[in-house]
């Protein structure tokens, strides 16, 4: 009788999805309820956790519950840790959980919001999960080795270190990217730098509670940090509000960007447990929280998406940034579908704080899950916005005009009426002074988020209050990919230093730590140096790399993952790791090649060179020459290690399943858990 209840059940949630996605992807010329969105979602991540994941923790990897992992095997106190599965789930979801799926799906949504939407649901189920469960169990199994090591031991010398280089320049650039979108979204503000200041003694406040004070009370220590977050947050309005720690809390980008290098540096270094995991664990909570808030408040309220399915801009003349849905929707909005960067938090950190086997699929699956829910909030936060207030501002003011007049008559004339009055009145109700040409997407969001909260939570008198509190949920958001990055890329580096003096390959030797910490910092720190003094703010010339870069670290991901797969002769299982690369082999190199040769100026990077060559010179034209002209030259020799990474790859499975290569799984040897096996 249950079993035939859950079969029913199932067949409800599918025939439930299947409805919802079809509302959505087939509604044309009235808005839509929101609430579409909502169902569909749920139901393809319900489907997708219960069925495929399921079936590739049996058929492919083959969980094994009485396996020790490095977190018991190799446990040093600092990066090698038993750990809780709710604190690694929300250690990971904290570092996985960046920028992509807060500013990727607004900026996309200039497409209308079902291009994003159907690419963040069949992404995220078939490839995003999918890529951080598998590299996630496969680093377990190799005793926590990072990507590029996988890399090497799995296709050959060469691959290994093409794969090695490609992934160490691609995280120097996220991370730069990354930092930079923290600099912007907290110089000037002082509510947001003190709340997230104020993370960081709390964070190390619970890490010595759960390690010497009450140890393994996971619960006191999480009411005790949500409670801290929270005092934090009302402190950071009251901050902004006293003029004396208002002008202590009011930073610059130069200073801010130095006092984000010294904490990544920190982060790095110390143990795991005093900082790292349990201010991510802190930041889940702010993280998950709004999002549920979120989700509530578009149930509750169901606003409707004002935005169309598909607007005019998918013929490739978009304001907010030119090109057409393929290949840059799918470059557009990464994290909320597939990263790149998860794989290395999936082969960094997170393998090395497991505690069983069998909870990979929860953190690795399940995480990327979380992330996507962001993603599908975040289409939702543009679409209740009146596309022409969208417009206004997401578009640079080099395309809709300077002056507001302008702006609103471009727009205007697109079709998507919008006035100054509309955009004064909207300003006004957040606390700014202006809203027009605030690129970037982080901006549109927080006003979509506090429209929401605001209908549901206070009204429009607290509009300013729940605009101000997503402005410091996104950097809170952002900043933890920083100090999970960084770590992480100290682990690659000592990885290959430890091939030339044995001592420096050692992750609990502090003068390696130390030193490879510092290289790590000062790597990403010179290019968010270079993006802070850039006349167009950095973003510019940083942010066209972040896309193409986190797929093609992606792309080597599944090539990774693809050749163990075969070496573990699941061959007729490969396509599950196969299909997603293919995908984005195509959408990656098609975007490389348009952004690097295309004669269109908004597109091209080279001809954007050309185009202000053609004026007089300052210094200002030519360090945009320059960007553009190093951005060029940067994707292209990605492209390049990328595509050998992918042959040599190639090479490897022809070579196995013809036979002609004999298999050698390198995985570490079985040894039996001492851990209880977890009941429920």
């Known amino acids: 009788m249950n079993?035939?209840?859950?079969?029913?059940?199932?067949?409800?949630?599918?025939?439930?999805?299947?409805?919802?996605?079809?509302?959505?992807?087939l509604r044309r010329g009235e808005p839509i309820n929101a609430l579409w969105l909502v169902i569909a979602a749920t139901c393809c991540y319900a489907l997708g956790y219960r069925f495929y994941s399921k079936f590739i923790s049996a058929r492919i990897l083959a969980l094994d519950a009485l396996r020790a992992t490095p977190a018991e095997r190799l446990e040093n106190g600092r990066d090698f840790l038993v750990t809780n599965k709710w604190v690694?789930?929300?250690?990971?979801?904290?570092?996985?959980?960046?920028?992509?799926?807060?500013?990727?799906?607004?900026?996309?949504?200039?497409f209308g919001y079902l291009p994003g939407t159907l690419w963040v649901l069949a992404?995220?189920?078939?490839?995003?999960?999918?890529?951080?469960?598998?590299?996630?169990?496969?680093?377990?199994?190799?005793?926590?080795?990072?990507?590029?090591?996988?890399?090497?031991?799995?296709?050959?010398?060469?691959?290994?270190?093409?794969?090695y280089s490609a992934v160490i320049a691609i995280l120097i650039i996220l991370l730069a990217v990354v930092a930079l979108v923290v600099v912007n979204a907290l110089k000037d503000s002082p509510w947001g730098t003190f709340t997230i200041s104020m993370t960081i003694p709390i964070a190390l406040l619970m890490g010595l509670y759960l390690r010497r004070i009450r140890p393994g009370k996971v619960l006191e220590v999480s009411v005790i940090g949500f409670l801290l977050v929270l005092a934090a947050i009302w402190g950071g309005q009251w901050a902004s509000q006293n003029p004396a720690l208002a002008r202590v809390f009011t930073l610059t980008a130069p200073s801010l960007a130095i006092l984000i290098i010294i904490y990544a540096f920190a982060a790095s270094a110390m143990p795991v447990w005093l900082l790292l995991a349990p201010r991510d664990y802190l930041s889940t909570f702010v993280k998950l929280g709004t999002i549920s808030l979120l989700a509530i408040g578009i149930v509750v309220m169901h606003p409707t998406l004002h935005m169309p399915a598909l607007t005019r801009f998918t013929d490739g003349t978009g304001p907010v940034f030119a090109g057409k849905i393929f290949p840059f929707a799918f470059i557009t909005i990464a994290c909320g579908a597939i990263s790149g960067f998860h794989s290395l938090i999936s082969s960094g950190t997170t393998p090395?704080?497991?505690?069983?086997?069998?909870?990979?699929?929860?953190?690795?699956?399940?995480?990327?899950m979380a992330e996507s829910a962001v993603a599908v909030m975040a289409i939702i936060a543009a679409g209740v916005l009146q596309p022409g207030l969208y417009f206004a501002i997401n578009s640079p003011a080099g395309i809709v005009g300077q002056t507001a007049a302008a702006a609103t008559s471009t727009i205007s004339n697109w079709g998507f009426p919008v006035t100054a009055a509309d955009?004064?009145?909207?300003?006004?109700?957040?606390?700014?002074?202006?809203?027009?040409?605030?690129?970037?997407?982080?901006?549109?969001?927080a006003v979509g988020m506090a429209h929401i909260f605001s209908q549901s939570l206070g009204g429009q008198t607290?509009?300013?209050?729940?605009?101000?509190?997503?402005?410091?949920?996104?950097?809170?958001?952002?900043?933890?990919?920083l100090d999970a990055g960084t770590r992480v890329a100290r682990f690659m580096i000592q990885d290959a230093l430890g091939h030339i003096y044995k001592p420096l390959g050692r992750t609990s030797w502090y003068p390696s730590i130390l030193a490879t910490s510092a290289l790590i910092v000062a790597a990403w720190g010179c290019f968010l140096w270079q993006g802070i003094k850039d006349p167009l703010g950095g973003i510019n010339s940083l942010w066209p790399l972040f896309g193409i870069a986190n797929q093609l670290l992606a792309t080597v991901a599944l090539c990774v993952a693809t050749t163990i797969i075969i070496k573990l002769h699941r061959t007729k299982y490969a396509?599950?790791?196969?299909?997603?690369?293919?995908?984005?082999?195509?959408?990656?190199?098609?975007a490389a090649w348009q952004k690097v040769f295309d004669p269109s100026p908004r597109i091209g990077f080279l001809a954007q060179a050309r185009a202000p060559a053609a004026g007089p010179m300052?210094?200002?034209?030519?360090?945009?020459?320059?960007?553009?002209?190093?951005?060029?030259?940067?994707?292209?020799?990605?492209?390049?290690?990328?595509?050998?990474?992918?042959?040599?790859?190639?090479?490897?499975?022809?070579?196995?399943?013809?036979?002609?290569?004999?298999?050698?799984?390198?995985?570490?040897?079985?040894?039996?858990?001492?851990?209880?096996?977890?009941?429920?």
Not at 352 to 368: C, D, H, N, P, S
């Open 3 to 25: 079993k035939t209840l859950r079969v029913l059940l199932w067949i409800a949630v599918a025939t439930l999805g299947a409805a919802a996605v079809g509302v959505v992807a």
């Open 88 to 110: 690694v789930f929300g250690h990971h979801f904290a570092a996985i959980a960046g920028p992509g799926p807060l500013v990727g799906p607004v900026l996309a949504a200039q």
């Open 123 to 163: 992404g995220a189920v078939f490839a995003g999960c999918v890529q951080d469960f598998v590299i996630l169990l496969f680093s377990i199994r190799r005793d926590g080795k990072s990507l590029t090591e996988m890399a090497k031991e799995e296709t050959g010398p060469l691959g290994g270190f093409v794969a």
């Open 352 to 368: 090395k704080l497991i505690a069983r086997e069998t909870e990979t699929r929860m953190v690795g699956y399940g995480a990327m």
């Open 423 to 445: 955009m004064q009145a909207l300003a006004h109700a957040v606390g700014e002074q202006t809203l027009f040409n605030r690129t970037g997407g982080a901006p549109a969001f």
């Open 462 to 481: 607290v509009m300013a209050l729940w605009y101000h509190f997503a402005v410091m949920f996104e950097a809170l958001f952002i900043l933890t990919i």
């Open 575 to 590: 396509a599950v790791t196969l299909a997603p690369l293919s995908w984005l082999v195509a959408v990656t190199f098609t």
């Open 618 to 680: 300052t210094v200002a034209t030519s360090r945009l020459i320059f960007n553009n002209r190093l951005d060029a030259a940067v994707t292209a020799i990605l492209v390049v290690m990328v595509g050998l990474v992918l042959v040599e790859s190639a090479r490897q499975w022809i070579s196995i399943i013809t036979g002609r290569q004999a298999v050698q799984v390198r995985e570490a040897p079985f040894v039996l858990t001492r851990l209880a096996e977890e009941q429920g």
